[in-house]
């Protein structure tokens, strides 16, 4: 994907969170909801790359949620052992993107990097293994 492609799908991702829902602007950039939940699965770097850009983008707080409980929690449940290095690296440097992997939900029954990435963050997990 061209680095303006990826300007464009992180452009329409942001108005498509900050739009109220069913609405014509929320309608008119979904695609690009849909474009990056595929990424994650497909195309991991690509995504990341698109998730960066959003954190470094000036978004809400809400904005923020949406990120962490979207495309970066289902990159790291897909991808985590490729990925959970640079969570690491970036949460280290970065104050506001450790803040943001609170919004991220992780299951210690199913995923194998699970407990690492929680120490990443700083916070307990909401569903420690054994939980169900």
Known sequence: MKEKEKQQLVSAWIAAQ???ENSS???KN???ISKLFHLTIDDPETSWDVIIQIHNS???ESVRGSLAAGPLEDL???HGQAY???VRNLAKQD???KQTLK???LDCNDNPICEEFYQIAGIDPPFPKGWE
Do not use: P, T
């Open 25 to 27: 602007e929320r309608e």
């Open 84 to 86: 959970i290095g640079q």
């Open 103 to 105: 919004g991220v939900w």
């Open 76 to 78: 790291l449940v897909d």
């Open 58 to 60: 000036k978004i809400s």
């Open 18 to 20: 900050n739009a109220q």
């Open 95 to 97: 104050q506001l993107f």
């Open 30 to 32: 979904y695609w690009a």
